[in-house]
Structures are given as structure tokens and as C-alpha cells.
């Protein structure tokens, strides 16, 4: 049954952590069936998209994206979100499938924005991460959100925390020109703002990651190439 919130997870490689992510969904939809779900086969060169045409069947509340050749994780969200708009949903957000954030956060934030949508236009949630993993990752937080903030005039913290949730017309107008890579966050918390929309935060709890590991995150020097990435895209946007 077609609810009106729809969450995109892009799935990339994501072959070991599918079992499990299948089964938080189902979680949520014991819960709450207004929340659906698109999963995103993002090029994966593993077993994924053979594993998701297998177990989603009959789930109603999943639909599958496939994309033949990875563009970047924001090409992949950006595919999901467009499905997701076609199908005339009233609320669209995207978060990872990595199962590092809690399920539950997709609950939270459908709250926070039921509590609040009759009060502005336009709304744009995001998760803003704690617990951390390492003082390495807080460092470069706190340099990316500097960086961010002075450059584009505003407060910009924890780019890069997800879940995110917005309204379908605002989603509509924060993805044009979004990147294919990993900037795709950092553009749409930008244009959002720039829309002059209401931002909202809220604490997300993140976990280990259980199985795989990042594709772009091994050490230090991994950190450095990404922060030269984000200055680069977001002196862009």
C-alpha cells in the first residue's frame, strides 16, 4: 500500500549487509505503513541486485532502482528520488545502507516532520551524527563544517548526516545540478537553505558497521583526498 513518505537507499556492494537491511525495513513497516521504500542497485558488481529481485518480492512496501554502471553515490540517490517523485510521493528523504544508522531515525524524522510541516512551506531534515567513531572523523567534521559555513555565509554542521527528509517540491528543485559523487549532500543542505527553507536537525546515534567496509574511508590519507573532494564541490555549489 502506497503510503506518502518514501525513503531512497542506494546500495552499492551492499551484498552482506542486504539480509539484514531487508529485515529493519520490515521493522518499519510493522510500525508504520505510511513509510515506503526505494533501493537503489547503484551499479553493484557483487550479487546485490540479483539478491534484492529475490527478497523484496511481494514486500509492497520496496521497490527496486537498477543502474547498470556506478556513477556516484549522489547519481544513485538522485535516480531513487526521481522514481520516487514520479510516484507522486508527499515526502522524500534518502539515508545508507550500511546499517550504521539506526532504523529507527526514519521513524524519528517522519515525526518531526508531521510535527512541523503546517507551520512552513518547505521543510529540510537532517540527521547530524554523534558517538563518532574516532577524533580523526570529528576533526575533519568540524573542518568541513567550518569551511562550508564561511564560505557559504550560514551555520553548516555535520554536512554530510543523514537521514534527510524534505517535501516532495522542495526535493524537486535541491537536486537540479546536484553531482554525480558524495557532494550530493552538502548541495542539497546548501540549496535548501538558499530556498529558504526550514532546517531542522536532530541527534542520530550511529552503529559499527557490521559487515563490508567504506568505499571511500581507509585512514587518514583517505580523509584528506575526501576533504579535498568536498572543497572543491562545495566551492561549486
Not at 163 to 189: C, Y
Request: aromatic content about 14%.
Amino acid at each position: 500500500m502506497k503510503g506518502d513518505y518514501c525513503f531512497v537507499i542506494p546500495c552499492y556492494n551492499e551484498e552482506k549487509n542486504l539480509n539484514l537491511l531487508i529485515n529493519e525495513l520490515k521493522k518499519v513497516n510493522s510500525i508504520d505503513k505510511d513509510i515506503n521504500f526505494i533501493l537503489v542497485d547503484n551499479g553493484s558488481v557483487d550479487n546485490t541486485r540479483k539478491f534484492l529481485n529475490k527478497e523484496v518480492k511481494g514486500l509492497d512496501f520496496i521497490s527496486l532502482c537498477e543502474i547498470d554502471i556506478n556513477q556516484g553515490m549522489g547519481y544513485g540517490i538522485k535516480e531513487g528520488l526521481n522514481k520516487a517523485i514520479e510516484n507522486d510521493y508527499k515526502f522524500v528523504g534518502w539515508t545508507h545502507a550500511d546499517l550504521q544508522i539506526p532504523f529507527e531515525s526514519i521513524l524519528r524524522i517522519k515525526k518531526i516532520m508531521n510535527e512541523n510541516i503546517d507551520n512552513y512551506e518547505n521543510i529540510y531534515i537532517r540527521g547530524n551524527r554523534k558517538n563518532r567513531d574516532s577524533k580523526i572523523s570529528i576533526f575533519f567534521t568540524i573542518m568541513m563544517a567550518t569551511y562550508t559555513s564561511l564560505l557559504k555565509k550560514g551555520f553548516y554542521w555535520d554536512i554530510t548526516g543523514l537521514p534527510a527528509l524534505a517535501n516532495k517540491d522542495l526535493i524537486s528543485e535541491i537536486i537540479i545540478g546536484s553531482p554525480h559523487g558524495f557532494g550530493f549532500d552538502v548541495h542539497t543542505f546548501v540549496h535548501a537553505k538558499r530556498k529558504k527553507a526550514k532546517i531542522i536537525r536532530f541527534n542520530v546515534y550511529f552503529k559499527a558497521r557490521e559487515f563490508g567496509e567504506s568505499s571511500w574511508d581507509h585512514g587518514f590519507l583517505s580523509k584528506i583526498k575526501m576533504s579535498i573532494y568536498y572543497f572543491k564541490v562545495i566551492f561549486k555549489i
